[in-house]
Protein backbone atom coordinates (compact mmCIF):
# COMPACT_ATOMS: atom_id res chain seq x y z
CA UNK A 1 0.00 0.00 0.00
CA UNK A 2 1.00 3.78 -0.46
CA UNK A 3 1.12 3.74 4.07
CA UNK A 4 4.35 5.36 4.63
CA UNK A 5 5.06 5.89 8.38
CA UNK A 6 1.53 6.28 9.38
CA UNK A 7 0.77 8.63 6.47
CA UNK A 8 -1.65 6.90 3.10
CA UNK A 9 0.01 8.66 0.10
CA UNK A 10 -3.06 7.68 -2.39
CA UNK A 11 -6.40 9.68 -3.28
CA UNK A 12 -9.51 8.44 -1.15
CA UNK A 13 -10.39 6.16 -4.52
CA UNK A 14 -7.53 4.00 -4.46
CA UNK A 15 -8.07 3.61 -0.77
CA UNK A 16 -11.32 2.44 -1.12
CA UNK A 17 -10.37 -0.23 -3.86
CA UNK A 18 -7.46 -1.55 -1.30
CA UNK A 19 -9.49 -1.27 1.20
CA UNK A 20 -12.56 -3.51 -0.45
CA UNK A 21 -9.70 -5.66 -1.63
CA UNK A 22 -8.47 -5.88 2.20
CA UNK A 23 -5.06 -4.72 1.20
CA UNK A 24 -4.80 -2.23 3.25
CA UNK A 25 -3.35 -2.77 7.14
CA UNK A 26 -5.47 -5.24 9.55
CA UNK A 27 -6.83 -7.27 5.89
CA UNK A 28 -10.52 -7.01 5.02
CA UNK A 29 -12.71 -5.14 6.94
CA UNK A 30 -15.88 -7.74 6.22
CA UNK A 31 -13.70 -10.46 7.36
CA UNK A 32 -12.78 -8.76 10.12
CA UNK A 33 -16.59 -8.49 10.84
CA UNK A 34 -16.84 -12.29 9.86
CA UNK A 35 -15.17 -12.74 12.67
CA UNK A 36 -17.86 -11.86 15.08
CA UNK A 37 -20.57 -13.79 13.61
CA UNK A 38 -21.62 -15.15 17.03
CA UNK A 39 -22.23 -11.78 18.70
CA UNK A 40 -24.40 -10.78 15.25
CA UNK A 41 -26.13 -14.05 15.69
CA UNK A 42 -27.44 -14.21 20.02
CA UNK A 43 -27.87 -10.07 20.10
CA UNK A 44 -25.73 -7.69 21.70
CA UNK A 45 -23.50 -9.73 24.28
CA UNK A 46 -22.51 -12.91 24.26
CA UNK A 47 -19.71 -14.97 25.67
CA UNK A 48 -17.44 -16.22 23.16
CA UNK A 49 -15.84 -19.75 23.11
CA UNK A 50 -12.99 -18.89 25.27
CA UNK A 51 -14.64 -17.49 27.80
CA UNK A 52 -14.39 -13.45 26.57
CA UNK A 53 -17.53 -11.05 26.85
CA UNK A 54 -18.56 -9.41 23.66
CA UNK A 55 -20.40 -6.07 23.49
CA UNK A 56 -22.10 -4.74 20.12
CA UNK A 57 -22.72 -1.36 20.09
CA UNK A 58 -24.15 0.68 16.73
CA UNK A 59 -22.74 3.92 16.48
CA UNK A 60 -26.80 4.75 16.16
CA UNK A 61 -27.58 4.06 19.07
CA UNK A 62 -24.85 6.05 20.60
CA UNK A 63 -26.65 8.83 19.18
CA UNK A 64 -30.15 8.73 19.59
CA UNK A 65 -29.33 7.79 23.25
CA UNK A 66 -25.59 8.23 24.57
CA UNK A 67 -27.03 7.87 28.00
CA UNK A 68 -28.75 4.76 27.62
CA UNK A 69 -25.80 2.97 26.11
CA UNK A 70 -23.49 4.28 29.18
CA UNK A 71 -25.89 2.68 31.53
CA UNK A 72 -25.58 -0.25 29.02
CA UNK A 73 -21.88 -0.08 29.16
CA UNK A 74 -21.70 0.15 32.55
CA UNK A 75 -23.32 -3.17 33.13
CA UNK A 76 -21.60 -4.87 31.04
CA UNK A 77 -18.39 -3.92 32.25
CA UNK A 78 -20.29 -4.70 36.27
CA UNK A 79 -19.17 -1.71 37.28
CA UNK A 80 -21.37 -0.86 40.23
CA UNK A 81 -20.26 1.83 41.96
CA UNK A 82 -20.73 4.85 39.21
CA UNK A 83 -23.49 7.56 40.38
CA UNK A 84 -25.97 8.87 37.91
CA UNK A 85 -24.07 12.41 39.09
CA UNK A 86 -20.70 10.93 37.98
CA UNK A 87 -22.43 9.45 34.45
CA UNK A 88 -24.00 12.51 33.70
CA UNK A 89 -20.67 14.56 34.54
CA UNK A 90 -18.98 12.60 32.55
CA UNK A 91 -21.40 12.27 29.35
CA UNK A 92 -19.91 15.41 27.11
CA UNK A 93 -16.80 14.07 27.30
CA UNK A 94 -18.27 11.01 25.34
CA UNK A 95 -19.91 12.73 22.62
CA UNK A 96 -18.91 13.43 18.98
CA UNK A 97 -17.71 17.24 20.00
CA UNK A 98 -15.38 16.48 22.72
CA UNK A 99 -13.62 13.74 20.13
CA UNK A 100 -13.46 16.57 16.96
CA UNK A 101 -11.82 18.25 19.82
CA UNK A 102 -9.41 16.03 20.33
CA UNK A 103 -8.37 15.04 16.61
CA UNK A 104 -4.75 13.73 17.62
CA UNK A 105 -6.23 11.75 20.72
CA UNK A 106 -9.29 10.27 18.47
CA UNK A 107 -7.66 10.45 14.61
CA UNK A 108 -6.55 6.67 13.25
CA UNK A 109 -2.67 6.56 13.46
CA UNK A 110 -2.38 3.70 11.37
CA UNK A 111 -3.90 5.54 8.89
CA UNK A 112 -3.94 8.59 7.53
CA UNK A 113 -3.56 10.88 4.20
CA UNK A 114 -0.52 12.37 3.31
CA UNK A 115 -2.45 15.61 1.84
CA UNK A 116 -4.69 15.65 5.49
CA UNK A 117 -7.39 16.92 3.45
CA UNK A 118 -9.51 13.50 5.07
CA UNK A 119 -10.38 13.43 8.00
CA UNK A 120 -11.42 9.99 10.51
CA UNK A 121 -13.79 12.44 12.42
CA UNK A 122 -16.36 14.02 9.97
CA UNK A 123 -19.53 15.45 11.14
CA UNK A 124 -20.74 12.84 13.14
CA UNK A 125 -23.70 12.30 11.60
CA UNK A 126 -24.92 8.24 10.79
CA UNK A 127 -24.84 7.70 6.80
CA UNK A 128 -22.84 10.66 6.10
CA UNK A 129 -20.21 8.68 4.40
CA UNK A 130 -22.76 8.56 1.37
CA UNK A 131 -21.53 12.04 0.73
CA UNK A 132 -17.83 10.68 0.72
CA UNK A 133 -18.55 7.92 -1.87
CA UNK A 134 -19.63 7.57 -5.39
CA UNK A 135 -22.49 5.71 -6.25
CA UNK A 136 -19.91 3.17 -7.54
CA UNK A 137 -18.05 2.93 -4.70
CA UNK A 138 -21.39 1.96 -3.16
CA UNK A 139 -22.96 -0.21 -5.54
CA UNK A 140 -19.72 -2.00 -5.39
CA UNK A 141 -19.52 -2.20 -1.08
CA UNK A 142 -23.37 -3.63 -1.56
CA UNK A 143 -22.36 -5.76 -3.96
CA UNK A 144 -19.33 -7.41 -1.52
CA UNK A 145 -21.33 -7.28 1.13
CA UNK A 146 -24.31 -9.64 -0.14
CA UNK A 147 -20.91 -11.82 -1.97
CA UNK A 148 -20.06 -12.58 1.62
CA UNK A 149 -23.09 -15.05 2.35
CA UNK A 150 -22.02 -15.36 6.23
CA UNK A 151 -21.97 -12.17 6.81
CA UNK A 152 -25.07 -10.50 5.27
CA UNK A 153 -26.90 -13.10 6.87
CA UNK A 154 -25.85 -11.69 10.44
CA UNK A 155 -26.23 -8.27 9.13
CA UNK A 156 -29.69 -8.80 7.92
CA UNK A 157 -32.27 -7.02 10.41
CA UNK A 158 -29.30 -5.11 12.11
CA UNK A 159 -27.82 -2.90 9.32
CA UNK A 160 -29.12 -4.19 6.35
CA UNK A 161 -31.42 -2.10 5.87
CA UNK A 162 -28.69 0.61 5.66
CA UNK A 163 -27.31 -0.67 3.17
CA UNK A 164 -29.76 -1.23 0.87
CA UNK A 165 -30.62 2.79 1.15
CA UNK A 166 -27.27 3.35 0.83
CA UNK A 167 -27.13 1.84 -2.70
CA UNK A 168 -30.31 3.31 -3.77
CA UNK A 169 -29.05 7.04 -3.08
Not at 99 to 128: E, H, T
Amino acid sequence: TDQVEDAYAGTFDDFFREWMDGKIAFGSWMEHLASYLPVFSTGSQVKLKDGRKFLLIFYEEMVDNLPGVVDKLVDFLQIDNVTTQQKAELLPTFKFAAMKADLDRFQPKSVQWMNRVFSFLRKGVPGDAQNHVTKEQRHEFAKRLREHDPLTKALDGICQEQVREQVQA
